[in-house]
């Protein structure tokens, strides 16, 4: 998987694309002058919250771009996921493995929310209107919304709940309905503006 690290901190994304290519990965980084290889065609792009408004991420429409929390308010998080349309966002205290996984759900298309923003969409309340729009979500369903957005399998979130697979599919039916989303994707982008409402 080509990946392009495109964060406004040096170190950070020399950091990163050391660990990528040391995983397998091919990797550049765009630094300030936002030079890349030419032919580097990226699949996933890191970016910050500094950096996630670059013109230079247009040049590469087919690429996913995944936010990297550096540890700023997560109102500041749901915002920028909403305004620049991207496709996930990752904390950097994020174990190897699941961030290769991460990279991996991206890249498929599929949307990627770490526990702790997914928790401020989920716990924090929501305005009425998005209330409403998501319906009346048992516990239950929110454990399992909250597995969805982190891209979890069905097989992985029967396991990781003790339940079979017919189990989960049943409650994603409900949860789809309750919801008015017809997809996993739509379900998260749900999720996605349920929280931007909350902090508007």
């Known amino acids: 998987m080509n990946v392009l690290v495109c964060l406004?901190?040096?170190?950070?994304?020399?950091g990163i694309c050391n660990l990528l290519v040391k995983n397998g990965h091919k990797a550049a980084v765009a630094g300030h002058n936002e030079a890349?290889?030419?032919?580097?065609?990226?699949?996933?792009?890191?970016?910050?919250?500094?950096?996630?408004?670059?013109?230079?991420?247009?040049?590469h429409p087919g690429a996913k771009v995944l936010l990297?929390?550096?540890?700023?308010?997560?109102?500041?998080?749901?915002n920028t996921l909403c305004a620049y349309q991207l496709?996930?966002?990752l904390s950097v205290d994020t174990e190897?493995?699941?961030?290769?996984?991460?990279?991996?759900?991206?890249?498929?298309?599929?949307?990627?929310?770490?526990?702790?923003?997914?928790?401020?969409?989920?716990?924090?309340?929501?305005?009425?209107?998005a209330a409403q729009r998501v319906g009346n979500v048992t516990e239950r369903e929110k454990e399992i919304i909250e597995l969805v957005c982190r891209g979890w399998s069905n097989r992985?979130?029967?396991?990781h709940l003790s339940l079979s697979e017919h189990?989960?599919?049943?409650?994603?039916?409900?949860?789809?309905?309750?919801?008015?989303?017809?997809?996993?994707?739509?379900?998260?982008t749900l999720m996605m503006r349920q929280g931007r409402e909350t902090t508007a």
């Open 96 to 129: 190897l493995p699941l961030f290769d996984k991460a990279l991996h759900v991206v890249a498929d298309g599929q949307i990627w929310v770490d526990n702790n923003t997914l928790k401020v969409f989920l716990r924090e309340g929501a305005a009425p209107t």
């Open 87 to 89: 496709h996930g966002v």
């Open 156 to 159: 992985e979130i029967a396991a």
């Open 167 to 188: 189990t989960i599919k049943a409650h994603l039916n409900r949860i789809f309905r309750k919801c008015n989303a017809s997809s996993r994707s739509k379900l998260i």
């Open 36 to 59: 890349v290889s030419e032919g580097f065609a990226p699949d996933v792009i890191l970016v910050d919250i500094a950096s996630a408004g670059r013109r230079s991420l247009t040049s």
């Open 8 to 14: 406004s901190s040096n170190i950070l994304s020399e």
């Open 68 to 78: 990297v929390d550096t540890g700023v308010e997560k109102e500041k998080i749901i």
